[in-house]
């Protein structure tokens, strides 16, 4: 045989062989599971569902994707995004009607929140008694008034600031405030009084409100079925979900479950404990350290805690954008202080509609194709009649200035139009 023929007889084994070998494979992923489908598909806008399900099928650890490798991330915030309406909200609103919060240490209520405005310590000092084991909020409408006015509007019942001197990237001081009334009571206790608020709320008829203080406030949660379905799903085709919220971290956890997300996998506000019991005094991240209380998980204190306590990431660069490989690949959100995390997701971004700014600005912009909108899944919010302002005044600065949003290349997003909404 001359050498040409070998070569031509060698070259027709090898390519049997590799077509044999392709051939197998196909069959071999052909013939594997495949990848959980979303099943609560109601409620999805134009293709999200398809984009959702192609998620799963590409990124999933599951069909023929499956390997030992690390698994994809996921993750979520809490409020209006994987359930309507608020957990904080029911949570001090149980406090306040239950009598659950202590008076500050020697009745100085800037003890309970360094950002604290001497207005609304003077206020606060005036409607709510001292030398009590738990201010009578049930009864005294005074305080419970007072309390509810700072915490919901961030200003006194006569209008004045509540709050000042934070950087208005990395924390509100009105969510924080939250975690610090839980001083003198332990992890358990706050768990127990979540827990409480939790099944008053899912109980309560949808529209239902509750009396606290001299007034009324939204008195019902409900969980969003295709958002539980969907993190259901995840976790079946091996992603790593998590959830991040700016509530306190044992509300967090008490209400995560219902999700099937177990504590472990969920983070919120974290306070400073001493003794076994929590303190008015916060953990810190990146730069920040425990107890200066300016970086919660809210804006971009929300990229830090994930970098944190997902990646591992320590000390200053716990605050910077990470490596696209270490990332989420998919993250959901409903508002402004979910930006920075939405913006770190490398394959799908959800967004649910309640018209916020700077995050419908970016998203309705969708300048890399990888943004999603949908409506609330219940109550959803109708068309905006005008335009977000992306291009004057769609950005908070850390001062809480206003200004344009901007694109990673700087260039500015011009005004969008509001086009996924409630019918």
């Known amino acids: 045989m001359t050498d040409i023929r070998r070569w031509a007889a060698a070259a027709a084994a090898l390519t049997l062989t590799v077509t044999g070998l392709t051939a197998a494979s196909a069959t071999a992923r052909a013939d594997a599971p495949r990848c959980p489908v979303l099943t609560a598909t109601d409620g999805w806008h134009g293709d999200n569902g398809a984009r959702l399900q192609e998620l799963i099928d590409r990124h999933g650890r599951c069909g023929g994707n ?20 608020d957990v904080g909200d029911a949570t001090m609103y149980w406090l306040l009607r239950n009598s659950r ?48 006015s700072v915490y919901e509007d961030g200003e006194t019942t006569r209008g004045e600031p509540a709050f000042t001197g934070f950087d208005h990237r990395r924390t509100e001081p009105r969510y924080a405030w939250l975690a610090q009334l839980l001083n003198g009571w332990t992890t358990r206790q706050a768990e127990a009084f979540a827990a409480a608020a939790r099944g008053e709320n899912l109980a309560a008829p949808i529209g239902a409100a509750q009396r606290v203080g001299s007034g009324t406030a939204t008195g019902w949660i409900r969980h969003y079925d295709q958002q539980r379905d969907l993190i259901a799903t995840l976790h079946k085709a091996g992603f790593d979900v998590w959830i991040v919220s700016a509530s306190p971290e044992p509300v967090v956890d008490v209400w995560a479950k219902g999700v099937g997300v177990t504590p472990s996998r ?111 899944f219940l109550q959803p919010k109708p068309r905006k009649v005008t335009p977000y302002p992306c291009a004057t005044s769609g950005h908070t600065a850390a001062d809480g200035s206003r200004g344009p949003v901007l694109r990673g290349d700087g260039s500015v997003v011009p005004d969008q139009w509001d086009t996924v909404h409630a019918p």
């Open 266 to 376: 969920a983070i919120g506000i974290r306070n400073v404990t001493r003794g076994g019991r929590l303190t008015a005094r916060l953990q810190g991240c990146g730069t920040v350290r425990d107890g200066e209380d300016t970086m919660i998980t809210y804006i971009d204190g929300k990229r830090c805690w994930i970098n944190r306590e997902i990646l591992g990431v320590r000390g200053p660069a716990a605050e910077q954008v990470q490596p696209a490989h270490r990332r989420q690949v998919f993250a959901a959100g409903d508002s402004d202080t979910d930006v920075s995390f939405l913006r770190d997701a490398t394959a799908l971004r959800l967004v649910v509609n309640r018209n916020k700014d700077e995050v419908m600005c970016r998203a309705y912009d969708n300048a890399d194709g990888r943004w999603i909108v949908n409506p609330m």
């Open 101 to 148: 919060i202590r008076p500050p240490r020697a009745g100085d209520w800037h003890t309970t929140s360094r950002h604290l405005t001497d207005a609304a310590a003077t206020s606060l000092a005036a409607a709510c008694p001292t030398g009590v084991h738990t201010l009578p909020t049930a009864t005294d409408t005074d305080c419970a008034d007072e309390i509810r």
């Open 66 to 85: 499956r390997t030992d490798g690390a698994r994809p991330l996921a993750v979520f915030d809490w409020d209006n995004t994987v359930i309507k309406n």
